[in-house]
């Protein structure tokens, strides 16, 4: 079979090639470095961690808040009991 691409197509074919073994390549040896790998995860899991204990001081919160007005509805309630009982 003969090739009847121009030069011109050759050489573009050839550049689009390295282009792709050079992306190929980079992609390769970022499979590889496992340290950056591992600090890659670190940094993932201690954002999720940060992100667990932000949501669970926000419970937290809710949870106070709520005890709270329930110990405020409460005083109010004996409140007004006991002053019905001295009419």
Known sequence: ??????PEEIRASIEK????LGETVEA?????D???QAQAKVDETK?????AADDAKV???TDRNVQIGIAVAAVVVVLLVRRRRRR
């Open 28 to 32: 390769l040896a970022e499979k590889a």
């Open 47 to 51: 954002e999720r961690l940060h992100t």
């Open 59 to 61: 419970k937290a919160q």
């Open 1 to 6: 079979m003969a090739d009847t691409r121009t």
């Open 34 to 36: 496992v340290k950056a």
């Open 17 to 20: 090639t390295r282009e792709e």
